[in-house]
């Protein structure tokens, strides 16, 4: 059975969405990174190595399943090689993501004396030049991976080590946090600057600030400040919309998520832990995204995918200000074609505005 | 009868230094163990394995979070640390024996670490295999180590795949152990699909699913 392709364009569809004018369905962001490359015969290292195939398999993904256009780069383990430390690319076997081999933070000296980095050559940062080059010419909006200031003070220092710091040395944790916040500041007013703000459109995810991981007061004080003032920033550089990826389980961390602007509209990804109505309820001027579970698509049935596609899109379809089914987190790369193909069966026979 | 008191109180002391996350406390607490020659299974047992359990209900009922429970386990390590080497061989024998790893393309080794400090803390001698574990590795380690439980972990829907491969691997290892599985993407249903032995939620419920696997396996 041929998908419907709605009765305008999925570019048109999206625009009309952040300018909070009705759309004729639901659009689905698909979150889709090594499943794009895999789905166009490349490798899922080449998702983040190579700007041009991830950029070729974004755009080829989302045409042959009607995705919203709207290409993601980006990964969450950013910030660690910018800072001088080392990652690997996920070239094994069962690999997802670049992982960090050496973190560039390893005592309270070298946060005491970390610098910023050099934007144009710093680690990841001439891929995402390159990928925003390639958007140049090219229509629909992108959005790059910047990351949370808490993930990313994680990133230089390990996990382990920020929790210490949070309770045994909070001042470290927050000088830390501060060096971070500056680097994604300056990041982001280097993009502006070289590709002005109308298209890309920043993403600022944050799994590490999970209450699985720290307490919503721990958010209070070492997440939110520093993502607000990032937040803050972005948006008086003249982007319009921010993705707010709130990954993993943060219910009590949404009236502190709450008080971070967001643009007009932002874009709130929500995390399968999270029901779609709490997130409304938070953010009835902002798009709400989510959150179809990954592990579901992953090792579900047809049947049970369908069906919890179908539950997002009756809850996702009450929100005020615009909804995008999505999944919850990254697509997982190795799914079954099927089983995304589902997903956009279902807002077929679901995701129609009467 | 100084003494007793003495006892119970240095235990209660080594308990609480492990909830309160008192490094100094804990060191303190166990010279004073050996000083006054009081059994070192007991100071462990009921002393710092209670800390550690204590902590885990902190955790259960939303008061302590990882930044807590990492802080607790390395005042856990400490004390092992100075106490361990002065265990009766006969004690070390009875121990239950688990191996733990992340599996291969998967770093992410917070739930990990902190499930080696549950089973520690529950007297368990744990062999950890670190991050990114090749398959191979827990089939070799656990013919060598002929261990009770395995625990598997991923973070990323990619490395779960490397799971069920890795149950068919220890499947065909002898003794073949119980597995038990965890980690963001995993669920029961999964765990079941994967043909898993057992699943936990978090690090805190693990050692309860563990013993649970034991107490029913048949004679």
Known sequence: MPLNQGRISSEQRLSLLLNRKPVDRVPFFSFAQGFSTLNTGYSIADYYYNPEKSFYALKATARQYNFADFSLFGYASFGAWEFGGEISWPEGAYSQAPAIKRFPVESEEDVLKLGLPELATAGFIPRFVRFAELHEDSSGYYTLGIEAPFVGAGNLCSVTRLCRWILKKPEIAHKLLQVVTDFKIELIRYLAERFGTEKMIPWVGDATASNVIISPQMFAEFAMPYTKRLHENILSLGYRHIIAHICGEQNRNYPYWAQIPMGDPGIISVSQEVDLEIAMEYFPNDIIMGNITPSIIQAGTAEQIYEEAKKCLEKGKRAKSGYMLAPGCELPAKAPPYNVWTIMRCIDDHGRYD | ?219
Not at chain 2, 20 to 26: A, I, L, P, T
Not at chain 2, 89 to 101: N, Y
């Open chain 2, 1 to 219: 009868m100084n003494r007793t008191v003495n006892k119970q109180e240095i235990l209660q002391g080594l308990s609480e230094a492990v909830v309160e996350m008192d490094d100094q406390g804990v060191v303190d607490l166990c010279k004073e163990v050996l000083d006054k020659g009081i059994d070192v299974y007991t100071a462990i047992s009921e002393g710092l394995t209670e800390g550690m359990k204590r902590a885990g209900q902190l955790y259960n009922e939303g008061q302590y979070f990882i930044p807590e429970l990492i802080l607790c386990s390395d005042v856990l390590y400490t004390g092992l640390d100075i106490l361990t080497p002065h265990l009766r061989t006969s004690k070390k024998a009875r121990k239950l024996k688990m191996i733990i790893g992340v599996v291969e393309g998967d770093v992410h080794d917070i739930g990990k670490n902190l499930v080696k400090a549950m089973f520690t803390a529950g007297g368990w001698e744990v062999d950890d295999l670190g991050s990114d574990v090749k398959l191979e590795v827990f089939g070799d380690e656990q013919k060598k180590e002929k261990a009770n439980v395995v625990g598997l972990s991923a973070l990323m829907t990619t490395s779960m795949l490397a799971i069920p491969t890795a149950i068919k691997i220890l499947r065909c290892s002898e003794p073949v152990p119980f597995i038990l599985v965890g980690g963001a993407p995993l669920s029961g249903q999964i765990a079941k699909q994967y043909q898993a032995d057992g699943y936990a939620e978090d690090a805190v419920k693990a050692t309860t699913v563990a013993e649970e696997l034991l107490r029913d396996k048949p004679d």
